[in-house]
């Protein structure tokens, strides 16, 4: 995995260290700086409207990043791909358009791993439209429970909003199962794709869903931008959620009639460098030997286990071995709390994130206050695991 | 032995070891709970006034090491000391992790958090307790006993 992991050169200097926070933000990759980086300096002008060489350039820059977008996520036409600043604005995105379309009465369903981006938009919406939301609850392994799915469903559902994998515990999800109960309803599907998108390329087609929201710091690209994508019909009954320029068909002081999706959604002057980037950072992740690369984090992943199984002190929240996970794994010690564990881990070079990881709810249901966790990438090693290792010694030690 | 290391020096772990023992007082005159909203680190803090004296400060804390001290300290400074003592403790508290400034006084114990003056990120931990304090200092009446 060396030549992958000098595609990242913050790692291939070695200033992020041991890097285990990629639950966080993923390192960004050469290839993705270097397309921003010509975009910036040999392409940079503005979207959509500019009709000389360098506009037209961009423009074809831009729609190129939707495209490869459409493909990492498996969607069968690029229109369906919105980019947004982040996978929290994606959600907030559909809580306004699609939320529009809700009444007082109309039920929610949410995940309890859900992360915080998945959980205020909705009680938000709760609140400026009486929507009823409801939780699907988690088991101890911390997979959402679809034996009561059903029961939680009726006719008044619209929308179940679900986490793919939970960035606390790492449980993936069966969304085909949720999506094939819900659509047999009528019942829309939004996934929290956040987490999976820096583990392979997703397939919304085969998933069934309805949206799917992943954001660019989480695979591999840069910060401040991120993708919702969703079926064209849905889109096309969907309001904007901003308005302003670039999202308009036409503008007079009496009314305003809309572009079609997915520009209706994208008011404004789009973050092109980032989108170029996120563009980039799909094409390179769409060329990687992804079987490989699971299987190499699942051996990492297995030693990072046994490992913590070897701690008296340590508690692991989660899925353990099972397969049905991403190798991202939260852990409590025994008189130690996590932000101290954090603390002396860093100082020894070992990024990791401590506390409540947005997922206060999750943490209230497995009854702990907050978590350390570990999160591992495609260019982990072994010498990551072991570094963690002696330094977890070391500072349980200082603890003590 | 790292740098951050001195944040976790022996009296400091010897404190936060006696933030167990806090609890609720018998006749509060004020409670608040306070949270960190970065980590998500929650103190309450409980005050009982005997006359103009701090009769006690009990709670609870559901945080780190550090916050966990700085509460056992505020519980075991401020009795005997009135409100104006507390409202000290919570400057010289400030004072140390904005400048370093020494404390003195009934809050000269504060100074085993001298380390973390240089840990910024860390202020809000070993603050949080004299907020919590602060906020519900805010709630009483002085002249009320």
Redesign the interface.
Known sequence: MLSLRDQFPSLASGLAGTYLDNAAMTQIATPVLARMTSFETGGRANVKRGIYPLATQATAAFEGARAALARYLGAENSNEVVFTSGATAAINLVAHGFGAGLTAGDEIIIGEAEHHANIVPWQMLRDRAGVVLKVLPVDDAGYPRLDALDDLMTARTRLIAITHASNVTGAVTDVAAICDRARAQGVRVLVDGAQMAAHGPVDVTTLGCDFYVVTGHKMFGPTGVGVLWARAEVLETMTPFMGGGEMIRRVTFGETTFAPPPHRFEAGTPPVTQVVGLGAAADMLLGLDWPEIRAHEQILFGILMERLAALDRVTVIGPGGNAKRLPILSFTVTDAHPHDICELMGARGVALRGGHHCAQPLMDRFGVEATTRASLALYNVQGDIDAFTDALDETLEVLA | M????G??DARI?ELAATARDLGPVEHAHCRHEADNFL???RVTVEVERDGARIKAVGGKV?????T?AAAALVAQAAPGLDVAGLMNGIKQAEALMADGTPATGAWEGLNVFTPVHD?KH?HD?VLLPFQALAACLDQTDPQDD
């Open positions: 790292s740098g951050a290391d944040i976790y772990k980590c998500g680190d559901r945080g780190c090491l550090l966990q840990a860390r931990c």
